[in-house]
């Protein structure tokens, strides 16, 4: 089993910066793949950036030169760095894990971009 915690999320104005940090707990071994979701306001929940214990990425297009995501599998740690964020980045976003072929997610965090 497998919990996820968020932080970092919050207001920053366009063209701002934010880094959120997900914490894996609980009886595990190896995590095959860990990162971020977001959910907006009326949409569907839509990965973002995630990353396999070997380092291979899946992104979404929009995020593609301003996000960079980066892992500790020691730590059991991943961590979301946002740069040049648009007012469309805002959204409640998800840590997410995938382990023993199943999906988990954290409680979620607020990020929210406007002037």
């Known amino acids: 089993q497998v919990q996820l915690v968020e932080s970092g999320g919050g207001l920053v104005q366009p063209g701002g910066s934010l880094r959120l940090s997900c914490t894996a707990s609980g009886s595990i071994f190896t995590i095959y793949a860990m990162g971020w979701y977001r959910q907006a306001p009326g949409k569907q929940r839509e990965l973002v950036l995630t990353i396999t214990s070997g380092g291979r990425t899946n992104y979404l297009n929009s995020v593609k030169d301003r996000f960079t995501i980066s892992r500790d599998n020691a730590k059991n740690t991943v961590d979301l760095q946002m740069n040049s964020l648009k007012p469309e980045d805002t959204a409640v976003y998800y840590c997410?894990?995938?382990?023993?072929?199943?999906?988990?997610w954290g409680q979620g965090t607020q990020v929210t971009v406007s002037s």
């Open positions: 997410y894990a995938e382990y023993n072929g199943r999906a988990y």
